[in-house]
């Protein structure tokens, strides 16, 4: 019976971010004070409104079986939020409503990919790509970036990683793990390359799209001649606040959002009722709402830097989005602390968990081994004491 699980569930990497919180929660649990810096979840409550158009649905009786893409007026509130915020024009039948942007991920993998279809993922990457790409049976292609170039990948390395055999690209702006936002001009110089390639589709992931400092988000979709050949992942777990209440979506061209609700009626059917009835209330809210969580935001990613800014060794660049800052922590690798050497980044976080009581993510599992992740989706206080510790162990 060793081999009764399939090879495509033994191939798969568990998630590193998942894999440390349940470790974090397994030493909390025996009794440690463990600071979790390693989920990607605001700390904040829900915004009142939102929580009334849930309790409505309730008492609405919204209990049945949901359209597998999406309740009609869920997909319009997504239409007018494209519009207003992205400047991009999606009809409903372009629209697909799903169980968190993961999934809307994993439909356009398992939709759009064959075997030995080459996916483009600038490095670092969100943790889950690489594994979604290689369970739709499709290959990933690193291309790898540094904190010197604000971990952002250019025109000329975009153009070296294309191959005959290359089906997509795939990013996310504002980035997780390292916070960079791609500017207009930037994007423009991405778009360029691609326009010399007309078969290669891109997968713009902007779920931290209003978790933005730098001002305005700029949708690839939006640059001329990209919008027929891009789909846009969008969801309210991080701007809103409502990891828990999986949804996400997307706006593509027809043939591929067709593709992915018959995809995704074979799979789970429609998302949450409930939660997409919340979600209306969410996306046809003004930005307004929800601008006292990017404000505390931003004050915390200044507090983080300075506070890591103290701790030599630690390289940083200033991220312009997201909750994260992604430290370059090479400058440790050979050494060894209270007796543990320092080899890897996995190393070193396992070294922050045990020592400090610190949760991190090592920049492995997102394509950059010299970089740790550390989540700033956490209050001032416990910030404040988790570097306190990082800096007393190192």
Not at 101 to 128: F, H, R, T
Request: with cysteine; aromatic share 8%.
């Amino acid at each position: 019976m060793s081999n009764h699980l399939s090879n495509r569930i033994t191939n798969m990497s568990t998630s590193a971010t998942l894999a440390m919180a349940a470790k974090a929660r397994e030493l909390r649990n025996s009794g440690k004070d463990i600071i979790g810096l390693s989920l990607g979840e605001p700390d904040f409550n829900i915004p009142d409104f939102i929580k009334d158009a849930a309790k409505q649905a309730i008492d609405d009786n919204y209990s049945s079986y949901s359209p597998v893409d999406g309740y009609a007026d869920l997909k319009q509130s997504i239409a007018n939020k494209f519009k207003r915020d992205n400047n991009l024009t999606y009809g409903l039948n372009q629209i697909v409503v799903s169980t968190g942007a993961k999934q809307s991920l994993a439909n356009i993998a398992m939709c759009m990919l064959n075997k030995g279809d080459e996916v483009i993922l600038p490095a670092p990457y969100w943790v889950s790509y690489s594994d979604i790409v290689k369970l739709a049976e499709g290959t990933p292609v690193e291309v790898p970036t540094s904190i010197d170039t604000d971990f952002k990948m250019t025109p000329a390395q975009l153009e070296a990683a294309i191959t005959p055999n290359t089906k997509m690209m795939w990013f996310s702006s504002p980035c997780n793990p390292s916070g960079s936002v791609y500017s207009k001009e930037e994007l423009e110089g991405l778009a360029e390359v691609l326009k010399k390639h007309p078969n290669i589709y891109v997968v713009s992931d902007e779920i931290y799209e209003h978790i933005n400092f730098r001002g305005g988000h700029v949708s690839i979709a939006g640059i001329d001649g990209m919008y027929n050949r891009t789909i846009t992942v969008n969801g309210v777990s991080k701007a809103f606040a409502m990891t828990g209440w999986r949804i996400g979506y997307i706006g593509a061209p027809e043939s591929i959002a067709k593709a992915c609700t018959k995809f995704q009626g074979q799979n789970t059917s429609g998302a949450n009722a409930i939660a997409q009835r919340a979600t209306i209330a969410a996306l046809d809210a003004p930005v307004s709402k929800i601008q006292f969580m990017i404000d505390e935001f931003h004050k915390r990613r200044d507090l983080i830097l300075e506070l890591l800014g103290e701790i030599e060794g630690f390289k940083l660049n200033v991220p312009e989005g997201a909750f994260y800052v992604f430290p370059d922590i090479s400058d440790f690798f050979g050494k060894t602390l209270n007796g543990t050497t320092i080899n890897t980044a996995s190393d070193f976080s396992m070294y922050l968990l045990e020592n400090a009581n610190v949760a991190t993510v090592t920049g492995e599992a997102f394509g950059n081994p010299n970089c740790i992740r550390i989540s700033y989706a956490a209050a001032e206080k416990e910030l404040r004491e988790a570097v306190s510790r990082i800096k007393a162990v190192l």
